[in-house]
């Protein structure tokens, strides 16, 4: 059975930062669409973050663009999100997803239709 496990996620205070896991299990990430999405309380989901793990190819919302890094472990099946410069507005449970196989000059961003879904892990950014 296909697993996505989040994890890294926890309480900061503004300005601070954290990183986030994907691990796959039954799952290989390699030569796929990931992203990490959000979704706070009373708000839309919204994908934060996206990497075409067949080439590296990354898209971020402009909400995060050049305070959150995406990237990826093969070796280790394992997707990140570096979140630097965590600001309140940023408080959510963010999921990650995933979809293959794909190939590198797929596009891989919103819009995507995701075939696996984690569980979430919070992120509390407080003022």
């Known amino acids: 059975q296909v697993q996505l496990v989040e994890s890294g996620g926890g309480s900061v205070q503004a300005g601070g930062s954290l990183r986030l896991s994907c691990s796959a299990s039954?799952?290989?990430?390699?030569?796929?669409?990931v992203a990490w999405f959000r979704q706070a309380p009373g708000r839309e989901r919204e994908g934060v973050a996206f990497?075409?793990?067949?080439?590296?190819?990354?898209l971020y919302a402009d909400s995060v663009k050049g305070r959150f890094t995406i990237s990826q472990d093969n070796a280790a099946n394992t997707v990140f999100l570096q979140m630097n410069s965590l600001k309140p507005e940023d408080t959510a449970m963010y999921y990650c997803?995933?979809?293959?196989?794909?190939?590198?000059?797929?596009?891989?961003?919103?819009?995507?239709?995701?075939?696996?879904w984690g569980q979430g892990t919070q992120v509390t950014v407080s003022s």
């Open positions: 990497i075409n793990t067949d080439g590296g190819r990354t």
């Open positions: 039954a799952y290989t990430l390699s030569r796929n669409c």
């Open positions: 997803a995933a979809v293959g196989p794909v190939y590198s000059y797929w596009y891989c961003g919103t819009g995507r239709d995701f075939t696996y």
